[in-house]
DNA sequence: TATTGTTATACTCTATAACTATA
DNA sequence: TATAGTTATAGAGTATAACAATA
């Protein structure tokens, strides 16, 4: 921040245009990495990047591993439930459990109470599924830590956490009319 | 960590159907916030959010505002480079570049030496806009700042540096047969 | 009247292949 | 032959509106 910030005696001192010395120009990327949302941005998709690589083998998406974790720890959940504790609409639900409904991994059980909804469960397979993934997760975690250490990834959560709880809850579903 | 892996004396302690008491069941989430890669895509949505809601009156997109960043930086820099800097694909940048031209934000002009390619700059208000855009950024940025601190935000974008340098560089374009 | 799950649909992002004109 | 920009297209992800069944 010690820019001044308009002043420019010299007429902003413009370089040459970067492709003239042909030296694998470095590109000056300005403020962007300075910019939380730009960093935030190229830092998921590295990770989702390693994510996917792992469970691309299990055909597993970020989503669905979600989705496959809260239903295990809130057996019964309703989709709604699910929709508003992940942030998926609703509609965009629908098609997500029909897949791990139709691979055998969770399924919807009829609720006598409410016809309209229904709860939600593992299977067997599902949850031994969800254990083998929890694994590799474990082992994805553990290669963050690799990278900025395990203090640095507690931290980096604890910050997160801080960002996300203040701009915080981004209504799942809301004005529908 | 201090979670016995599979030991479990008592299969399982299964609570009950979680729409069962009916009382704002508060839905449990597992080990998701305490994932990398969850909490970085939550915290990537609200940020991004914010920066939205600021920037949707200028009709600018994150990824416009970057290409505007690098071309105010690099003036003369040709797409495949943009592209490349940025992680765009270069059939993507396509459209972006046309929006902007269209807009008289930026414009791409003939290479005397290389007939194929376009040296990109940005017009006087393609500029003015961007010291705007500067401004705002700037008071965004500071909203994560009164989030967590400060000193918060640079240790963050420090762990982000950290995480993406590591597993880093996912080629621009590469592999095209 | 409101809610649950659903369908249909659309829009943005991103990814791949193939074309053209140049080099 | 390789490269820069382009086009067309396809796939995710996400968004809204409207409907049937049920509350």
Redesign the interface.
């Known amino acids: 921040m010690s820019k001044t910030a308009n002043v420019r005696p010299k007429r902003a001192v413009?370089?040459?245009?970067?492709?003239?010395g042909r030296a694998a120009?470095p590109?000056?990327?300005?403020?962007?990495?300075?910019?939380?949302?730009?960093?935030?941005?190229?830092?998921?998709?590295?990770?989702?990047?390693?994510?996917w690589r792992v469970y691309e083998a299990y055909d597993i998406r970020?989503a669905q591993y979600?989705v496959l974790?809260?239903i295990?720890?809130?057996?019964?959940?309703?989709q709604s439930?699910v929709s508003?504790?992940l942030?998926i609409k609703r509609a965009n639900l629908v098609a997500l459990l029909d897949s791990l409904e139709q691979r055998g991994l969770a399924k919807r059980v009829p609720?006598a109470t409410d016809r309209r909804s229904y709860?939600l469960h593992l299977t067997e397979d599902g949850a031994a599924l969800l254990k083998k993934l929890?694994e590799l997760?474990a082992a994805?975690?553990q290669r963050?830590s690799?990278?900025?250490g395990e203090s640095?990834?507690k931290?980096?959560?604890r910050?997160?956490?801080?960002?996300?709880?203040?701009?915080?809850s981004?209504a799942p579903d809301d004005d529908e009319s």
């Open positions: 413009r370089r040459p245009d970067a492709n003239d120009a590109i000056d990327l300005g403020v962007l990495p300075n910019l939380v949302g730009y960093m935030l941005r190229r830092a998921q998709l590295a990770v989702f990047q390693d994510f970020p979600a974790i809260v295990d720890r809130n057996p019964g959940l309703r439930q508003a504790a942030n609720v709860a929890g997760s994805h975690e963050v690799a990278t900025i640095g990834r931290e980096l959560l910050l997160l956490h801080g960002v996300v709880q203040a701009v915080g981004s």
